[in-house]
Every structure is written in structure tokens, then in C-alpha cells.
């Protein structure tokens, strides 16, 4: 078949033949033989007033405006025009319309009254503000094509359902605004009832749904196999761990897990220290390669612990080494060499609270050394600016 540019250029040059070849006098039919090749060659370009539009009226470059005019198709502007209108007076960014655009086209040809206003009436009924709005549509503008009875309603209940109020279903839509186009009834149901049938208390689930939504959105089948792993690793379901490493399984990849193991074998961990540690706090597997790396390069070669202390304090690898690790070990080995401490706790120094640290570590010894308060917050200035990163 050929496609419309080909079609253009034959009938151009059917249209050169004929005024080429013969006279307006001569022939008055040809005026209107003319015309109507003139009318066809026109309409069979479609896409010459949306790339227009999308150019001048949302500032998309030529190359992304004609892309998107792939997927939808306008020869007047009064529909895209009112789509604009209605997201501009609902306090939508000109970068969030265009982004909205971008990912769903065909949003352009909507008709406001029906498709947007019933939306927003509803989550505005529910307590979503203006901008959380804003968010959750430029996160995911398929909510705008959804049914509003037949999906987002329902969809919102059962969530709402779930955690037990409106107001956690909207925390929880915060997080991850694609909830609001799940299947609750494949992909997520199914997996609360493999929890709860394996012994988790329902407060637990509910409590790490709120934090981590999509975690539990998956397969069925494959969501039983990762319980089931977790539950022959030993940890105990009416734990909330027990979530954390089911969560941690869903997140992370085999190969980025076995990654992983290597760079902890690498400090001279066994592969039973790096499971112990694991069973203890299952976040020491999820922190990237790079963080490991650079923790455990502050506090072996720069404070000079020995690397298995981590495996007794794994859930110290899940602390910012710029705003609490390398601050907190200078500033105690600080404490050490003016004789105020006799050694450093490694779980008192990093596991506390900012709160509790500045009171047993910088307030308690003000009067003996007034200088601390300021030592201390020289410390942190020179971490965050320093050479300790991590990712």
C-alpha cells in the first residue's frame, strides 16, 4: 500500500501534467479537476495542523511534536484548546502539561466536562489536594482515560479497604500512583491472602503496604515462591523482618543479590556471615554496590574497625555515611583522643538518634570541652562536602 506522502507527490504530479499540458480556456472543467486534486493532496496530510499546534501552542520541539502526532489527530484546536484550559486553571505547570501530552496523546481529544471534571470532583472528595492532583496525573496520566465508575472508584475502595481509610489510600497513592490503575483483584488481593495464610499478622501487612505499595502488586504464583523462600530462611512471620525480606526478594534481582555477596566477600565476609547478617537486617542487600564499597572503606581503612563488627550491625549500612556515619566516627575518635570516652560503641555511636547522640556525646561534655557542639557540626559541614559519598 502507499503511504500518504507517495500519494502526495503522484497526484502533484498529475496536477504538473495537467496545467502543463492544457489551458483554464481551453477546458473549464480542469479549474475544478485541479481544485479537487488540490482538496485531496491537503486532507490526506492529517498531521500538518497537530504538528503545528503541538509546536505553538505547547512548545514541543519539531521532532517530539511530530512524533506525537502519530497517535492523535485534530483539525481544529477547540478540544485540545479546552484539555489546556482545564489543566492550566487546575494549577498544571506548562512542563506537566507537556509531560502529560508526551505520555498520553490522545488526552488532547478529550472532552473536559466528561472525561476530567468527574476525576477531579472525586479525588477532591476524598481530601486530594490541588497539587497532590497535579502529581498523581503527571505520574500517571492513564487515569485520565480510565472509567471513573468501572475503575477508579472501585480500585480506590478496595485500597481504601485495605488500609482502612481514605486518607491512607491517598499516602499510599502518593507513593505510587500506579495503584490507581492495578488490578487489585489479580495482582494484589491474592498476594495478602498468601501472607496472612502464612501466619503475617494483617497490621504488619498493612503497615508495609502503606511504605511499600507496588512491593505487593506481582504475580501470584511468583509472590508464594519468594514467601516461602523467606520462610525457609528461618524469619518469623509474625515479625514485620519477615515483610522487610519478602519486600527485599521482590525488589532485588538474583544477579544483583549474588553482586552483591561479592563485594561483602570481598571485605572477608563467608557467604553464612553474609546470610546471618541478612536474617538480622535485611536491608544490608539492598544498599547499591557503591555505598557498601564506601562504607565499609570509611570504617575499615579510615576508622579502623574490623569488618565483621557490620556483620554484627548490619542495619548500619543502611545510614547516610555522609550525614551520620563519617560525621558521628570523626567526631567520636575526637572524644577518644581528649580522653572524655575510653572507647567507641559501635551500635551507641551509629545506631542512635540524632537526638540522643548530641545528648550523650556533645551535650554531656560541654562543660569539660565547650568547643564540642561546634566540633561536631565542623564534622558534619566537612562530611556532606567532602570526599565521603555514596549512592
Known amino acids: 500500500m502507499l ?42 496530510n492529517p498531521q500538518s495542523f497537530t504538528v503545528s499546534y503541538l509546536r505553538t501552542k505547547l512548545g514541543f520541539p519539531p521532532e517530539s511534536a511530530l512524533r506525537i502526532s502519530k ?27 507537556r509531560q502529560i501530552i ?17 476525576k477531579f470532583q472525586f479525588f477532591q472528595s476524598k481530601g486530594v489536594t490541588g497539587p497532590e492532583i497535579s502529581k498523581l496525573l503527571v505520574y500517571n496520566p492513564r487515569i485520565l ?15 481504601s479497604k485495605l ?36 501466619g503475617v499478622p494483617e497490621s504488619n501487612i498493612v503497615t508495609m503496604f502503606n511504605y511499600h505499595p507496588w512491593s505487593f502488586v506481582m504475580l501470584p504464583d511468583r509472590f508464594k515462591e519468594i514467601v ?3 520462610k525457609e530462611m528461618g524469619f518469623n512471620p509474625l515479625l514485620v523482618k519477615f515483610l522487610h525480606a519478602v519486600i527485599l526478594f521482590r525488589k532485588v534481582s538474583k544477579p544483583a543479590m549474588e553482586s552483591k555477596f561479592d563485594v561483602y566477600k570481598k571485605w572477608g565476609w563467608s557467604d553464612d556471615e553474609i546470610w546471618e547478617a541478612f536474617r538480622r537486617y535485611p536491608g544490608v542487600l539492598e544498599a547499591s554496590k557503591e555505598k557498601i564499597t564506601a562504607i565499609m572503606d570509611f570504617l575499615v581503612n579510615e576508622m579502623g574497625f574490623q569488618s565483621l563488627i557490620l556483620a554484627n550491625h548490619p542495619s548500619v ?11 558521628r566516627a570523626l567526631f567520636a575518635r575526637e572524644l577518644l583522643s581528649k580522653g572524655l570516652i575510653k572507647d567507641l560503641k559501635f551500635s551507641v555511636v551509629f545506631g542512635t538518634s540524632e537526638k540522643v547522640f548530641v545528648q550523650r556525646f556533645v551535650n554531656q561534655y560541654k562543660d569539660k570541652a565547650p568547643e564540642l557542639l561546634k566540633l561536631y557540626e565542623e564534622k558534619l559541614k566537612f562530611a556532606v562536602r567532602g570526599k565521603y559519598k555514596s549512592n
Request: charged share 25%; glycine share 0%; with cysteine.
Open 145 to 159: 482515560s480510565r472509567s471513573l465508575e468501572k475503575r477508579i472508584i472501585p480500585c480506590f475502595n478496595q485500597l
Open 102 to 118: 508526551l505520555t498520553r496523546p490522545a488526552l488532547l481529544c478529550s472532552d473536559v466536562e466528561k472525561t476530567f471534571l468527574p
Open 317 to 327: 549500612i543502611s545510614r547516610s555515611l555522609e550525614k551520620r556515619i563519617v560525621p
Open 228 to 230: 516461602k523462600d523467606v
Open 163 to 198: 488500609l482502612q481509610s481514605d486518607s491512607k489510600a491517598i499516602t499510599a497513592l502518593r507513593r505510587n500512583p500506579y495503584l490507581m490503575v492495578c488490578n487489585f483483584d489479580t495482582y494484589v488481593l491474592p498476594n495478602i491472602k498468601t501472607l496472612i495464610d502464612n
Open 3 to 44: 503511504n500518504s506522502f507517495t500519494k502526495n507527490i503522484i497526484d502533484f504530479f498529475k496536477l504538473l501534467h495537467i496545467v502543463t499540458n492544457n489551458s483554464f480556456s481551453n477546458n473549464p472543467s480542469l479549474f475544478f479537476t485541479v481544485r479537487r486534486i488540490s482538496n485531496k493532496t491537503k486532507s490526506q
Open 71 to 97: 497517535y492523535v489527530h485534530f483539525k481544529t484546536p477547540e478540544k485540545p484548546d479546552s484539555v489546556i484550559a482545564f489543566l492550566e486553571q487546575h494549577g498544571f505547570s506548562d512542563t506537566q502539561i
